[in-house]
């Protein structure tokens, strides 16, 4: 089968050596992939926002079936294109994906369909948004209603600071904001694939989005994941299927526009239970670099079975997942997620890969003009570990990102740390129990 793989990021990079290792994949063409997608794929240069030149790619290589990484052509419209000419795709139609790509229509769809989130209003105007502001009181979040790359959120502690976020985000022409409670807890992202009808239970993980250690600083696209989740027991995962999961993808079929995919739920949970505070139509980057790297399963016909509408005939147990947690370290180019350098040279990748239960995923590399391996992008590489413990996960994946030689890179020291304190703590309780 000849796959072709959209996007150039860690995800991607994930995604292609789990596809390449198929026994299904003969052929695997990356648009435009990267230096690490190359190791495992035929890289062409067209953009992952580029949805002619994807469809042109796609008839021209005679591809069968298409993976997307990043929700920008889904919310253009690919998956439609493709459907519209017989090539099956692993993502939702533009109007699905409106889950992503509109927090506003998300909220609406969990009001109309008692699914459980944050109490909100929605505004375009901004007297209106701020008397709101003020007679609700901090702290308040403040979202734009639109693709804001993780940026778009406010996470305001005071009226004011709220007030000035709706100020800016209303700024523009056309632009609206949902202002929504502030939920107190702790974040989980869950993954389960559907076709529209099914839901195939995947994976969780836990994303570390804040810039620096102790989940300071702003907001990111995400400096380390780990999975699964070490909040996520059996019962948490039940509550989030039955509340939150089924319940969207039957209100997707209802509304019109099925979802098929993955469904990314994050997922705050407040004294044991969920709220959603998003959807992405997509993998989750970093998380998907530690979610493939658990995977022992071959990962083709599942999401071929989700772009055929056949997701009913996957059973739960053609999913091999190994037991060893898995753990990934984002190195960003020092200033992200502000203005950072480019072209900083990079070195001991083989090394770091040579590490045990080892896998390094570019994120935002390139070859220089002598061939040599540079930092193209603020997220730039991630140091994925697996290890029979999570404490272990998180001591191998800082081991292989201290092997790569990069100035101009930083990484957070603590990824992982709410599990490997958990481990911890556990482990006290039953030496505690063993010394009574
Ligand atoms: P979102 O893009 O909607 O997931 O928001 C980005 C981040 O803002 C989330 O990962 C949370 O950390 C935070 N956030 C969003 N909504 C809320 C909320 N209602 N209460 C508390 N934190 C939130
Ligand atoms: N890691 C967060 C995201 O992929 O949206």
């Given at each position: 089968m000849n796959i072709l793989l959209i996007g150039s990021g860690g995800r991607e990079h994930a995604l292609a050596w789990k596809l390449a290792s198929s026994p299904l994949c003969s052929r695997l063409i990356a648009a435009p992939g990267n230096p690490g997608i190359a190791e495992h794929a035929e890289c062409v240069s067209v953009q992952a926002d580029d949805v002619e030149g994807l469809v042109a790619l796609a008839q021209d290589r005679k591809i069968d079936f298409v993976v997307p990484g990043p929700e920008v052509p889904l919310v253009l419209g690919l998956a439609d294109r493709l459907r519209a000419i017989g090539i099956p795709v692993f993502g939702p139609s533009q109007a699905a994906a409106r889950l992503e790509g509109s927090k506003g229509f998300m909220k609406d769809l969990c009001a109309k369909y008692d699914i459980p989130t944050a109490a909100y209003a929605r505004f375009t105007d901004v007297a209106k948004a701020r008397a709101f502001i003020e007679k609700t009181g901090a702290p308040i979040v403040v979202k734009a209603d639109g693709l804001a790359a993780g940026k778009g959120v406010v996470v305001a502690q005071s009226v004011e600071e709220a007030c000035q976020a709706a100020d800016s985000m209303l700024s523009a022409p056309g632009a609206s904001i949902v202002v929504e409670q502030f939920l107190d807890g702790e974040e989980v992202s869950y993954f389960a694939l559907t076709d529209g009808r099914t839901v195939l239970p995947f994976a969780s993980a836990q994303d570390?989005?804040?810039?620096?250690?102790?989940?300071?600083g702003p907001n990111t696209g995400g400096m380390g994941a780990y999975s699964p989740a070490h909040l996520m027991t059996p019962y948490l995962e039940a509550k989030i299927l039955e509340r939150i999961v089924w319940p969207t993808v039957d209100a997707m079929a209802a509304e019109g526009c099925p979802f098929s995919g993955v469904l990314y739920a994050g997922v705050m949970v407040c004294n044991g239970e969920p709220y959603l505070l998003e959807y992405n139509v997509r993998f989750g980057d970093p998380e998907c670099q530690p979610i493939m790297m658990r995977l022992?399963?071959?990962i083709v016909p599942v999401l071929l079975a989700s772009a055929q509408g056949r997701l009913a005939e996957v059973k739960p147990s053609d999913l091999v997942w190994s037991y060893d947690p898995a753990l990934c370290v984002v190195m960003a180019a020092k200033g992200y997620p502000g203005s950072y350098v480019r072209g900083g040279k990079i070195t001991g990748i083989d090394a770091a890969q040579a590490l045990s239960g080892v896998r390094v995923f570019h994120a935002g590399t390139a070859r220089g003009a002598d061939g040599a391996l540079i930092a193209h992008g603020g997220r730039v590489l991630g140091g994925s570990a697996r290890g029979e413990t999570i404490a272990r996960a998180q001591s191998r994946a800082y081991e292989a990102v201290d092997t790569i030689v990069w100035a101009d890179g930083f990484c957070r020291r603590d990824i992982g740390w709410r599990a490997v304190a958990e481990q911890r703590d556990r482990a006290a309780a039953r030496s505690g129990r063993g010394g009574a």
């Open positions: 570390h989005k804040r810039v620096f250690d102790g989940d300071e022992d399963s071959d």
